[in-house]
Every structure is written in C-alpha cells, then in structure tokens.
Nanobody, 115 residues
C-alpha cells in the first residue's frame, strides 16, 4: 500500500517562506518521478514542480526562482521550499509520485499567504 503524507503547510505573510514535506511509504520511492501540484479555490489543479529519479527538476513559470523542489531518497521524502510567497500562491498543495501506469497522491496541505 503506497501512502504519501504531506506536512508543512500553514499561514504565512507575503514575502515569507514555507517548506513542504511529503513522506512516502510502501514503494521504492527513489525510482520514480515525484512532484507537487496545487489547487486554488475555483481553479484547476496545476503542476508546481517535479523531480525525476536522477534529480532533474521542472517548475511552473509562476514559481521559477522562488520555489525549489528536492528529494532525499534515503528518507523517502520530497520537499518543496517556497520563498518570496505571494497571495496568489494560496492553495492546497498535493504531492504525487508517478509509478508505472499509476499516480499516487497525498491528502493535500493548505498554504495560505495573507497579511
């Protein structure tokens, strides 16, 4: 049974930082692409960042230069460091991993950027 458990969300002021974590269990985590999506109220879920098994990364244009995705395969964990946060970053953030023909999702963690 594959499980993804996110943590690290919360309320932060504009310009602040948060680090999200996603711990995986029940899978050979290091073999697969992992990443983060987000969904704001009334909007479609959008890809924020992804990282391959060889640690190549991709980012949405809206977060380039502000967010950094990383992974620690020894801990089966993927991280999203979010700096210079803006109100438009407010959303539920979901981590995922892409295994062969199947995508697994975490339960989501709320990030709210507001003064």
């Amino acid at each position: 049974q594959v499980q993804l458990v996110e943590s690290g969300g919360g309320l932060v002021q504009p310009g602040g930082s948060l680090r999200l974590s996603c711990a995986a269990s029940g899978t050979m985590f290091s073999m697969y692409v992992a990443g983060w999506y987000r969904q704001a109220p009334g909007k479609q879920r959008e890809l924020v960042a992804r990282i391959t098994s060889s640690k190549q990364t991709n980012y949405a244009d809206s977060v380039k230069g502000r967010f950094t995705i990383s992974r620690d395969n020894a801990k089966n964990t993927v991280y999203l460091q979010m700096n210079s946060l803006k109100p438009e970053d407010t959303a539920v953030y979901y981590c995922y991993i892409d295994m062969t023909n199947v995508r697994y999702w975490g339960q989501g963690t709320q990030v709210t950027v507001s003064s």
